[in-house]
């Protein structure tokens, strides 16, 4: 089956460590995107890559850092300095010829403990 | 001002009732519009797209665009209990940013 998954589903995270979120597509689509979601705040993007080697900060990178080594993967790295990370984060692709439709994986559920 | 503006709601409706949805956004470069669905605690998924002013049908659902009053619509007649989700517009200029601009979503409940 095509799609975008997204691991682990739940992570707990203790205040001063870093911690990475896995996203991996096998929609062969060269953007990949990263967006937190609070409540009340709708989606807000953290990270985007448009082709391998290559990724551009979002509205809110800050105390957030991904690679993009293999085009099927966009792994998004929590790291200590980003104060309030608990949220739900949402990993997408998206052909860059169908530019209509993003697919999104299922989410990972971040809290601190 | 925001460029996508969306009332969070929420909104409670009875099973069947017809339910609008809305967005208004401030960026005359936005050609793509679209419509995701998002169940609780599940990744958003692809419901409708429009490209040009008018309307856009499919089933039970209608897409409504008014570019000159940059107002975007979602219509679901005969609403259902499984409808009951967060309905987020989303935008996009097109050219080669491949961003979309989203709304904060409006969390929708049918009551049967």
């Known amino acids: 089956d095509g799609g975008i998954t997204q691991s682990p589903k739940y992570l707990f995270r203790k205040e001063g460590q870093n911690v990475t979120l896995s996203c991996e597509q096998n929609?062969?689509?060269?953007?990949m995107y990263w967006y937190r979601q609070d409540p009340g705040q709708g989606l807000r993007l953290i990270y985007y890559?448009?082709?391998?080697?290559?990724?551009q900060k979002g509205d809110i990178a800050e105390g957030y850092s991904v690679s993009r080594e293999k085009k099927e993967s966009f792994p998004l790295t929590v790291t200590s300095a980003q104060k309030n990370p608990t949220a739900f984060y949402l990993c997408?692709?998206?052909?860059?010829?169908?530019?209509?439709?993003?697919?999104f994986g299922q989410g990972t559920r971040l809290t601190v403990v | 001002q925001k460029e996508v503006e969306q009332d969070p709601g929420p909104l409670s409706v009875p099973e069947g009732a017809i339910v609008s949805l809305n967005c208004t956004y401030s960026n005359s470069a936005f050609q793509y519009f679209m419509w995701y669905r998002q169940y609780s605690r599940k990744g958003p998924e692809l419901l409708m797209y429009t490209y040009s002013s008018g309307n856009k049908e499919d089933g039970r659902f209608t897409a409504q665009v008014d570019k000159s009053s940059k107002y975007i619509s979602l219509f679901i007649r005969d609403s259902q209990p499984s409808d009951s989700a967060t309905y987020l517009c989303a935008m996009d200029s097109g050219g080669s940013n491949y961003k979309l601009t989203f709304g904060k979503g409006t969390l929708l409940t049918v009551n049967p």
């Open positions: 929609l062969n689509h060269d953007a």
């Open positions: 890559s448009q082709i391998v080697n290559d990724f």
């Open positions: 997408a692709s998206m052909a860059r010829d169908l530019i209509t439709e993003a697919f």
